[in-house]
């Protein structure tokens, strides 16, 4: 994952889990590019071990182990898979905008599905390599996968409702289809959320004194705060939880750490902003989830990553993590 703060927060060890997911993403579209005929099981293995990603594991051992999972699992996962179904778009970047935000994200695999009496289906599908087992509430209530079948939709000029997350770990998918309704709600929560972060951008671009900072950019410290890029300049971060310094198993354990979802859930509960316009200002002891220009969310249930800016640059996507990223800005910022 990254921040969008300025300045950055000094960067943490790698995660395991964010290798891991990132080698079993790259495999699975990596199979795809192949040519058909070549799309076997067995080159998605390849895939996946000659593209392993290595950092954040205590030892050459654990990594080891949790390569051959990983192949077990992809392997798994392609066996399901038609060779023949040639996705519409694989990493596929999709873009939007409403009366107020511009949305920009990347899909997983976009596939275009044949229904029965010939109608055609575009389904955006999201891999998911935690360990966490999902519902088809999550997919249900998915903001990011929405706006991403949003954008979909209008890049194809097809209806695009419906939206699945494939759980490799547990071999099982969570559909769900959409309403034009469901659409909207979701499509005003992200109105809603950039809205307010524009507007706590604002407030503090316009100089809140210091002790009122903490109530605009409130600390939701907690267990996951020990996940957290900021915890070291976070005093009731570093009160609630202990950095985490050892890696991490994804799956295929029963003694594992928080995943990504875990983490995010953490960071969710607040806004994170960063300063780099004000590097004179004075930060006050309290104030934990930095300053200012840009505001970083990161929701529960998904590791998908959302940016909601309200001025600054656009994000740049994590190199290590999930291939499924969605950003949201302010129309009026673009
Ligand atoms: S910034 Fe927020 S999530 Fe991070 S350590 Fe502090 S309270 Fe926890």
Redesign the pocket.
């Known amino acids: 994952m990254t921040y969008l703060d300025r300045p950055p927060a000094p960067k943490g060890l790698p995660w395991a889990h964010n290798s891991l997911g990132a080698s079993v993403h790259n495999a699975l579209a990596g199979w795809w590019r192949l040519q058909r005929a070549r799309r076997t099981v067995a080159a998605a293995g390849d895939l996946l071990e000659s593209g392993w990603i290595d950092q954040g594991y205590a030892s050459d051992v654990q990594s080891a182990r949790q390569r051959e999972g990983a192949r077990h699992m992809v392997e798994r996962y392609v066996a399901g898979l038609d060779p023949a179904d040639e996705p519409l778009g694989v990493e596929r970047t999709v873009g939007t905008r409403t009366g107020q935000i511009v949305v920009t994200g990347r899909i997983d695999r976009l596939d275009e599905r044949r229904l029965p009496h010939g109608n055609r289906v575009l389904v955006v599908v999201d891999y998911k390599t935690g360990r966490r087992l999902l519902t088809t509430d999550d997919a249900r209530t998915s903001m990011p996968l929405a706006l991403y079948a949003l954008a979909a939709g209008r890049m194809f000029h097809h209806a695009c409702r419906q939206v699945e997350l494939h759980h490799l770990p547990t071999a099982t998918v969570h559909s769900w289809e959409h309403s034009a309704e469901s659409m909207d709600r979701h499509v005003r929560r992200a109105e809603s959320i950039a809205a307010e972060c524009a507007d706590a951008d604002e407030r503090f671009r316009a100089g809140l004194p210091a002790d009122q900072v903490d109530r605009v950019f409130a600390?939701?410290?907690?267990p996951a705060?020990g996940w957290?890029d900021?915890?070291a300049l976070?005093p009731?971060?570093t009160a609630?939880a202990a950095a985490r310094q050892i890696s991490v198993q994804c799956f295929a354990s029963s003694a594992l750490a928080p995943t990504a979802s875990a983490r995010c859930a953490?960071?969710a509960t607040?806004l994170?902003i960063s300063a780099a316009e004000k590097p004179e200002a004075k930060v006050p002891e309290s104030m934990?989830?930095l300053t200012f220009t840009s505001v970083v969310l990161f929701l529960p249930l998904e590791a998908l990553r959302m940016s909601v800016i309200t001025s600054g640059s656009r994000p740049k996507r994590a190199p290590a993590a999930s291939a499924s990223e969605v950003a949201i800005m302010p129309a009026a910022e673009t």
């Open positions: 600390p939701r410290p907690g705060c957290c900021y915890r976070c009731e971060g609630a953490a960071v607040s994170t934990n989830c």
